[in-house]
């Protein structure tokens, strides 16, 4: 079939890049640059991984970045789900107002609100912490939105009827709507998270200290001013992946099935 052959040869091109990448990691400084280009390595080597390893603190630069990342998924998740909740089962006109001005946000580039941000992470004395990385990236439009309009479906005739039965507003977001908005948890989970991980301006721009870096103004610190060590680099990105690969495998189905992260804004 001409789609099919059309499938694969896009396929193809997504993943001739992705080898070349992986497999580079594994040839000597060199290789990297000799003529004609391979793809496969003509002397394998891990001396890259092994000199990455060794030269930097991976171990105190993957715990800084989970933490940003995992502490920032859980406060969006539960932020996003009361806020989202709050616009689609509330009735008031602010709501409204305040609801369009959230959306009117998805159409700024991050950086145009990006000094703003720094002054009020400055003047809260955040700046050079971990904190300061959390905070700003909590609330999230898209996880505003995909709570909202999943909320939307749901009937009120279900929240009226706990009422009914002396269930307070909190207990009842909590015990019933949360739970119900279960795959659209995951499916933010999974996409705040990998923001995070991969997030690196803001980081940048915030974190001084060598000891507070993640994994990726880490990584900067490799590209040198007048040379790259390119074994190393592209070793110690390769592990860097490894969590965003795990979660791939892990949550494959969600991923490959979530339509709504097409034109995502983090």
């Known amino acids: 079939m001409p789609s099919t052959v059309i499938l694969w040869v896009v396929a193809l091109l997504y993943v001739i890049p992705v080898a070349w990448f992986f497999l580079s990691s594994f040839k000597p400084g060199s290789e990297l640059f000799s003529l004609p280009l391979r793809l496969f390595p003509e002397n394998w080597t891990v001396s890259g991984y092994e000199t990455a390893w060794n030269r930097f603190d991976f171990a105190r630069y993957f715990r800084n970045t989970a933490i940003v990342a995992v502490v920032t998924t859980i406060l969006t998740v539960i932020v996003s789900a009361m806020t989202g909740y709050a616009f689609a089962k509330y009735k008031a006109w602010w709501l409204r107002v ?118 990726q103004v880490a990584l900067r610190s490799i590209v040198g001013a007048d040379n790259v060590d390119w074994s190393v680099l592209l070793s110690a990105s390769i592990i860097s992946l490894v969590p965003m690969v795990i979660l791939f495998a892990v949550f494959q189905r969600q991923i490959v099935s979530a339509d709504i992260n097409s034109g995502l804004k983090d």
């Open 98 to 215: 305040f609801f369009i001005c959230i959306l009117a946000t998805t159409m700024l580039p991050t950086e145009v609100i990006m000094p703003s941000s720094f002054v009020v992470v400055r003047d809260l004395g955040l700046y050079n912490t971990l904190a300061g990385i959390i905070v700003p990236s909590i609330i999230t439009a898209t996880g505003i939105f995909m709570f909202r309009q999943y909320f939307s479906t749901v009937p009120d005739e279900l929240m009226e009827a706990a009422r009914i039965d002396g269930v307070g507003e909190f207990r009842l977001f909590w015990s019933i709507m949360l739970p119900l908005a279960r795959p659209i948890a995951v499916v933010l989970a999974i996409f705040s998270f990998q923001w995070r991980w991969n997030d690196y301006i803001w980081p940048l721009i915030i974190l001084t200290d060598p000891k507070q870096y993640t994994l």
